[in-house]
């Protein structure tokens, strides 16, 4: 059935739907670090790039199975995430911004001067022998990827990302540790960036450092601000937003990161919370469902 519906889609269609997912991928792993945590982060792009080198590479030089490669990729973002997050994590606000902006632009240039990753020319990525159309496997991706954030929002690490995000002083007081916890973010941040950027790699076939710029950050960013910072949903509707924009501002490419700041500026002036910020992912499909969430008292529901 699903390969049915997969054929009635035009490839043009189909780029828009498997870049919109990618996205979500991206945007959800972002949400976590700043939407969750509150550490703002420029560097997701370099994330996402680690990621689609390391699927690239291993597809390459070892063949391992594609499936596996998704999940080997996510790690080795995940441990380079944990290496750097534990000394810059330290820092906060705009210092961490410019770190994590300068980490970015480091592993741009490194890509761009290693032999193994073809330095500036790039690499080209073999399709992968799956089983699976490649849609269907980012949609799958999607899927996890979203249970996943649901089930980290509302669990006890959740609530300590929050605590964090709301006042460090008063989360380390009730004994967080602070600065594990973040690296534990930063880490399942950029695993998530690394699945993403191992699909990119595969879907596009071919891959070039300068691909994963300080734009490419802000691209993520954008989706996560204008969906709303720590929704679930929100961030889904703005990384399809955006995701899909390129294609529709053709017309106007020149033009396009104005569009955004204009979007960005109207969102921070009229709803500053993101289009669907405060919503609770959990409590709003057990509303849809019929279901009571739990701790909610009826007072609070009826508002």
């Not at 990119?200 to 300068?210: C, D, E």
Request: one cysteine or more; a positive charge.
């Amino acid at each position: 059935m699903f390969q049915n519906m997969l054929n009635s889609i035009d490839p043009y269609s189909m780029q828009i739907l498997v870049n919109i997912g990618i996205g979500i991928i991206l945007a959800l792993g972002l949400n976590i670090i700043t939407g969750l945590t509150g550490q703002l982060s420029l560097g997701h792009a370099a994330f996402m790039s680690v990621g689609a080198f390391a699927g690239a590479l291993l597809t390459i030089k070892t063949g391992v199975p594609f499936y596996i490669n998704i999940l080997l990729s996510g790690l080795i973002t995940a441990v380079v995430a944990a290496a750097i997050g534990w000394p810059i994590l330290r820092l906060t606000g705009d210092y961490l911004a410019i770190c994590t902006l300068g980490f970015a632009e480091i592993v741009k240039v490194v890509f761009l001067n290693l032999e193994i990753t073809n330095k500036a020319l790039g690499l080209t990525v073999p399709t992968p022998d799956t089983s699976l159309p490649m849609p269907l496997i980012v949609l799958i991706v999607v899927c996890l990827t979203i249970i996943a954030s649901a089930f980290i929002q509302n669990s006890r690490f959740g609530r300590a990302l929050k605590a964090i995000r709301d006042d460090e002083i008063a989360a380390e007081s009730m004994g967080i540790n602070i600065a594990r916890y973040k690296v534990q973010s930063f880490a399942v941040s950029a695993f998530m960036a690394g699945t993403g950027g191992c699909l990119y790699a595969h879907f596009l076939g071919y891959i070039n450092p300068s691909d994963f710029g300080f734009l490419k950050s802000i691209d993520m960013l954008s989706m996560v601000v204008l969906g709303g910072l720590g929704s679930i949903p929100g961030t889904i509707f703005g990384a399809s937003i955006l995701s899909a924009a390129p294609e529709f501002l053709r017309f106007m490419s020149q033009y396009r990161m104005l569009v955004y700041g204009a979007l960005l500026v109207f969102m921070m002036v009229f709803r500053p919370n993101g289009l669907m910020g405060g919503i609770d992912f959990t409590s709003f499909v057990l509303r849809k469902l019929g279901v009571k969430p739990r701790g909610v008292s009826r007072s609070k529901e009826v508002q």
